[in-house]
């Protein structure tokens, strides 16, 4: 029996492919490792907690803040680091009733709705650049200012409090998407892929600008974190369930190298050791060589059923490179329509495939959507509790 680690020694073991005490858990510390408010709710319910307001986090995927009493009794090991809202936006974020829809748009000037009626999340359906088709035109938008004071109110007190004070990790979240999929959402994914081809200078000022932006977020919130801080994250959708969303030369051309920039930046900048997250759904393995030449230290969600994306193959592969940080369960068949026993045996192959060694911390397969019964989530986590100590 391993001596018992506090939170942050758990997270720090793992990401030093170390055996901590137990398999470390994570619901509900990101955009990329939440679960629906309806889901939350129904668990509350069903393990008979105390009724509370729900309180979202992700207005886009509706996902739930998660409150003491459940994190302390699901025994989670990091928390949620909410980042502040920017002073002056400019553009209007806040929710109206448009007809049959929910509607907002954010800071960059993507439109988003969700219906009224049965509505889960919210859905872009207005992309600000889909009408601009040259540099010029570009330099005239209104882009979001990555340094606006608001971002980072409170970031440095809340930093050290979680890292001093309670012993908990986090994650630094980013301030926008990814760089590839950024400008799939301002132009519009059919005229972003066609710029790539036909007008690649033109997507490559749309690159750049998302590039300089998330340094010069990075460049601020690093400062505000100080050594309080271990994970950061970035992110970046470029793989289907059935392969890459782009060619790998196109990938390495554009967008590469861009990356690559941005974790040297972060490295630069950062007064103490961290371990960079990456998020991209998806059948990744043919980039995950790439995203360790650029220094990436951690893979997200990790999704095992997407072509190619074998738990056993890739830790044996990827795992003295790569912490595995999802990848815990099936989410798009077992946890939401598999049965308790089938719940518990994919667990336990996660686990068996991931865990050796460590670099794994353990998470479902991106957030926990809407339809996912709470008798699942509680199966999984009692066979994580049975199965995931060292």
Not at 209 to 236: M, Q, R
Not at 299 to 304: A, G, S
């Amino acid at each position: 029996m391993k001596n018992k680690c506090n939170s942050l020694e758990r997270i720090r073991l793992s990401l030093e492919h170390k055996e901590p005490d137990r398999i470390p858990f994570d619901m509900g510390s990101s955009l990329d490792t939440g679960i629906s408010a309806i889901a939350y709710k129904n668990l509350r319910d069903y393990l008979n907690f105390q009724k509370k307001e729900i309180r979202i986090y992700d207005q886009v995927q509706q996902l739930a803040f998660i409150d003491q009493d459940i994190f302390e009794y699901l025994k989670i090991d990091l928390k949620l680091f909410e980042l502040g809202k920017p002073i002056n936006k400019g553009l209007e974020t806040d929710v109206k009733l448009e007809g049959d829809y929910k509607t907002f748009t954010d800071e960059w000037g993507i439109g988003l709705r969700m219906p009224v009626e049965g509505g889960l999340y919210f859905d872009m359906y207005k992309h600000p650049l889909s009408e601009i088709n040259d540099v010029k035109g570009l330099l005239k938008y209104p882009f979001p200012d990555a340094g606006d004071a608001g971002r980072f109110k409170l970031m440095k007190e809340k930093a050290e409090k979680y890292i001093q004070q309670e012993k908990v990790a986090y994650i630094l979240g980013q301030n926008l998407g990814g760089i590839f999929e950024m400008s799939l959402w301002l132009r519009g994914f059919e005229n972003f892929f066609t710029d790539l081809i036909l007008n690649p200078g033109f997507a490559e000022t749309i690159l750049d600008i998302i590039t300089e932006n998330k340094i010069k977020f990075w460049n601020k919130a690093l400062e505000e974190v100080g050594e309080n801080v271990i994970v950061i994250t970035e992110s970046d959708d470029i793989a289907s369930q059935d392969g890459p969303l782009i060619s790998p030369d196109i990938y390495r051309k554009f967008i590469k190298p861009r990356l690559k920039r941005i974790i040297e930046f972060i490295r630069k900048k950062a007064r103490t050791k961290v371990y960079v997250f990456y998020h991209s759904c998806g059948a990744v393995k043919e980039f995950i060589p790439d995203l360790i030449e650029c220094g990436i230290d951690i893979l997200n969600p990790v999704q095992v059923s997407a072509k190619g994306m074998d738990s056993k193959e890739l830790k044996k592969l990827y795992g003295k490179d790569i912490t595995f940080w999802g990848g815990g369960i099936d989410s798009q068949k077992i946890l939401p329509y598999g049965t308790t026993n089938e719940v518990q045996d994919e667990v336990k192959r996660r686990i068996d495939d991931f865990a050796p060694g460590g670099g794994f911390v353990f998470n479902t397969v991106h957030c926990i959507q809407p339809d996912v019964p709470p008798e699942n989530i509680v199966a999984m986590w009692e066979t994580l509790q049975k199965y995931g100590k060292y």
